[in-house]
């Protein structure tokens, strides 16, 4: 049995800020059942949503700090999970990673890089648990140090790190490299080292044994100018060692026949019933019932990478066709603003919330009849799937897994039944808006949505075939 520490900076539902959550939640119960023993490792937030019992298990000294190690269950789950408990660093409210007014937190280098030391000791079975695995899986950057620091130890275990979105690059002034108290190896261009600054993303990707990245289409992306933030040289140097693995969703959490928070169930088999929720939604926010009438939805950080300023550029032609719009999000202050004003100047077509909120994401994905995804750069995406599942047609532009998940509406992929969406290229208003167009038209042919629905519905996107290529990734190391 392959043991695997999973390191993790956030975990549905104990806390998530976006889908590197729900990837850290159905990845390791995936494993499980496929007889691997996986084991989590998160910081204990403030705001940890915990419902299982938590048990106090060692201490560990790390850096001139004690840290307790807790442990309890992923909910409703035989996943077991390790909080690394110090108050001091992790003892903040609401997100982890950015203040109530969207700032970072001033010592997220000490947090995380803390994290990533008792991950070494866990690693290494140093913190007095009695089990060491074979594989650390890290991910993100607050993990990043976690292979570098592996890197200097006797007999370690092999390390994988996954990068979620490679813009996000945990970076900080050099001084910090010394106030870690961090390895003087490491530091230099092939190390964490990066014009200038601290990475910890380099960390994971100059020193893991493997890199992985979501999804086949962003693992060649980010070996280029465009899409690698400067890292695209080291990626090309270790592409041998760099695979996608295309994410999965979580089947039962996310499925219309059984989902909790929805007002009408609905299947394969009953997806006229799907209407209900449509109805109701628009019944709810004020928005003029008329099932001829098409409800888009959007639900996303608010932030230019989600497509937000094409999404605020083509509102203005947007409104003036057929149909009604609806956002669940926030982000950054600008769009929030633009979004609140076409809400209030067209309060029956467009409903805009600027939250997140579990129940409401799962109520809006079975109500719209297409979901807007218009990114300018997706590694995987969950949305799209969760979208497809639910009947709900997708519009992606043709990036990262949005392209290896969503196929253009077409006559010839009508004929062959694989068409499940729409997908445009060009990162403009103009872009989205044609096809935005062209799903407006194909809408009013009921037959034909139908079938797209059913094409979509009928994919399996569970987690089982991408867990097992990463326990084949795992026997390989």
């Not at 140097?237 to 989902?259: A, F, Y």
Request: proline share 5%; charged share 20%; hydrophobic share 40%.
């Amino acid at each position: 049995m392959k043991k695997i520490l999973f390191v993790t900076s956030e975990v549905f539902p104990l806390i998530k800020t976006g889908g590197l959550a729900d990837v850290s939640a159905s990845l390791p119960i995936a494993l499980n059942g496929l007889n691997a023993d996986v084991r989590l490792l998160i910081p204990y937030y403030k705001d940890l949503n915990k419902t299982e019992e938590t048990y106090y298990k060692s201490t560990v000294h790390v850096n001139k700090r004690s840290v307790n190690i807790l442990e309890t269950f992923l909910p409703e789950t035989q996943v077991l999970v390790w909080l690394v408990d110090c108050p001091a660093l992790f003892d903040y409210p609401g997100n982890p990673y950015v203040d109530e007014q969207g700032n970072d937190w001033l010592n997220n280098a000490e947090r995380f890089a803390l994290f990533c030391r008792v991950a070494v000791e866990l690693a290494m079975n140093r913190a007095y648990l009695d089990w060491m695995p074979d594989v650390v899986h890290c991910n993100d950057w607050q993990s990043g140090l976690v292979p570098a620091l592996l890197s200097t130890e006797v007999d370690r275990p092999s390390t994988v790190f996954t990068i979620h979105n490679l813009a996000y690059q945990g970076l900080f002034p050099k001084k910090t490299h010394a106030l870690l108290n961090l390895p003087r190896q490491f530091w230099h261009p092939n190390g964490i080292e990066f014009n200038g600054m601290l990475s910890f993303m380099k960390g994971g990707l100059a020193y893991a044994d493997r890199i992985t990245t979501v999804s086949p289409t962003y693992a060649q992306e980010i070996q280029t100018a465009e899409f690698g933030y400067g890292l695209e040289g080291l990626l090309r140097h270790r592409n041998k060692d760099l695979v996608g693995i295309l994410n999965g969703i979580d089947i039962d959490h996310w499925n219309p026949e059984t989902d909790v928070y929805l007002n009408q169930h609905y299947g394969i088999s009953t997806l006229d019933k799907k209407q209900l929720n449509k109805t109701a939604l628009q019944a709810k926010y004020g928005l003029f019932i008329d099932a001829n009438v098409p409800v888009f939805a959007l639900i996303s950080r608010l932030v230019e990478q989600k497509g937000l300023g094409l999404i605020v550029d083509a509102l203005p032609e947007m409104l003036k066709l057929p149909l009604q719009f609806v956002l669940l999000g926030k982000g950054e202050k600008y769009f929030e603003q633009q979004l609140a004003f076409f809400a209030k100047k067209h309060p029956q077509q467009v409903v805009i919330i600027l939250d997140y909120d579990e129940a409401l994401a799962h109520q809006f994905e079975a109500a719209a009849d297409i979901f807007l995804m218009p990114s300018l750069f997706e590694p995987c995406g969950l949305n799209q799937l969760y979208s497809q599942r639910y009947g709900t047609v997708p519009i992606v532009r043709k990036t990262g897994g949005l392209a290896d998940t969503v196929v253009d509406a077409l006559p010839a992929t009508f004929n062959d039944k694989t068409a499940t969406g729409f997908v445009f290229n060009g990162a403009s208003s103009g872009a989205l808006l044609e096809a935005i167009k062209r799903s407006i038209i194909v809408y009013s042919d009921s037959e034909r949505w139908k079938e797209l629905q059913l094409n979509g519905m009928q994919k399996n996107d569970s987690w089982h075939s991408s867990a097992q290529r990463y326990l084949e990734l795992y026997e390989a190391l």
